[in-house]
């Protein structure tokens, strides 16, 4: 069974940083593209970040371009969004999952197939 724990979430003022992490168990997790998925009340759950199998490849949405980073340890199977100059639009459930191929710059939810319980980001002064 696969399971993912995201982590790291917190309150932060605008401005700050948080570096969450997402730990994958249950898979070859070298083989994987992950990506990093946001939903605040009310919306739908947007694509952010993903990062191919051998992290040589990231994608992000044009609103945290320059600011957050995706990155992964394969030999730790963890994923890490490191997130700067938070703003309170950042603000969610962020939410991490697998994709079946070892690229993907999709930022599609019903692309990806196994899902972390989520780690609530909270921007406010």
């Known amino acids: 069974e696969v399971q993912l724990q995201a982590s790291g979430g917190g309150l932060v003022q605008p401005g700050g940083s948080l570096r969450l992490s997402c730990a994958a168990s249950?898979?070859?997790?070298?083989?994987?593209?992950i990506g990093w998925f946001r939903q605040a009340p009310g919306k739908e759950r947007e694509g952010v970040s993903c990062?191919?199998?051998?992290?040589?490849?990231?994608y992000n949405i044009d609103s945290v371009k320059g600011r957050f980073t995706i990155s992964r340890d394969n030999a730790k199977n963890t994923v890490y969004l490191q997130m700067n100059s938070l703003k309170p639009e950042d603000a969610a459930v962020y939410y991490c999952?697998?994709?079946?191929?070892?690229?993907?710059?999709?930022?599609?939810?019903?692309?990806?197939?196994?899902w972390g319980q989520g780690t609530l980001v909270t921007v406010s002064s």
């Open positions: 999952a697998t994709n079946n191929h070892s690229y993907s710059r999709s930022s599609i939810p019903s692309d990806y197939d196994s």
């Open positions: 249950g898979l070859i997790f070298a083989d994987h593209a």
């Open positions: 990062i191919d199998s051998l992290g040589s490849t990231t």
